[in-house]
């Protein structure tokens, strides 16, 4: 099911991500970003950590945001 949602984000991050994957339209690069959120919620539910990991330095670093704290 599909909803129309209509929001205000800052055009010049708007066009850095469109830029950066590769991707053209707006409303593709954000329901790849909900895609996104919506897993790192489900992780979250399961107590996995969500980050990234370094494979040179073997480091990882947590992903903080809100939404993945509740």
Do not use: C
């Amino acid at each position: 099911m599909e909803k129309k949602v209509s929001f205000k984000i800052d055009s010049e991050k708007l066009d850095e991500l469109k830029s950066i994957t590769g991707i053209s339209q707006s409303q593709e690069l954000l329901n790849e970003a909900v895609t996104l959120l919506v897993w790192a919620v489900n992780e979250r539910k399961k107590k996995h950590i969500v980050g990234s990991f370094d494979e040179k330095k073997n480091t990882y670093k947590e992903v903080v945001l809100p939404a993945l704290m509740q």
